[in-house]
């Protein structure tokens, strides 16, 4: 093989890189399954702003409006969700939910439909 070939070579193989960089920029979000208490909880506030597109709220599961909420630090996203955000009410309206409710319920509406069903439609 001669130097150019090679270095086309390499040329090609760094794209190939790159490319995988980039889409692993992807943001992971964890699973996490929520109690019956935490899916009655959820049926009685979120929902009905986050399963209705016409509230302006991030739909759940909707994999684009995720991405776009978890580019920003847990800690921020948290206490808008404690303390309210422009459309979003304090607590989500979900007046007994603890703290780590409320974490659970983020990572449940931020999770796509396809890896996890929802449980409360079944
Ligand atoms: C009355 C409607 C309503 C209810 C109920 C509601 N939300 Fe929201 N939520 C919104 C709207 C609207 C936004 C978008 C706010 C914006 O970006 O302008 C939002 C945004 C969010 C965000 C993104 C915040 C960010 O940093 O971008 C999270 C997380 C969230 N809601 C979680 C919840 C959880 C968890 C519940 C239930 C405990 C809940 N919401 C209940 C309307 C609601």
């Given amino acids: 093989m001669n130097y150019r070939r090679s270095l086309s070579m390499l040329c090609v193989l760094s794209i190939g890189v790159l490319l995988s960089?980039?889409?692993?920029?992807?943001?992971q979000i964890p699973n996490?399954?929520?109690s019956q208490v935490q899916l009655n909880k959820?049926?009685?506030s979120c929902k009905v702003c986050h399963?209705?597109?016409a509230s302006g709220a991030?739909?759940?599961g909707a994999y684009q409006?995720?991405?776009i909420v978890f580019g920003k630090p847990m800690d921020l996203i948290m206490t808008r969700v404690i303390d309210g955000y422009a459309g979003m009410p304090p607590l989500g309206q979900c007046f007994d939910c603890s703290e780590s409710?409320?974490?659970?319920l983020v990572l449940y509406l931020a999770q796509s439909p396809n890896t996890q069903k929802h449980e409360a439609e079944k």
Avoid: F, G, M, T
């Fill in 101 to 104: 409710d409320l974490n659970d």
């Fill in 58 to 60: 991030p739909q759940r």
């Fill in 32 to 34: 996490v399954s929520l």
């Fill in 51 to 53: 399963e209705q597109k």
């Fill in 65 to 67: 409006d995720w991405q």
């Fill in 21 to 27: 960089a980039c889409s692993q920029q992807a943001i």
């Fill in 42 to 44: 959820y049926e009685a």
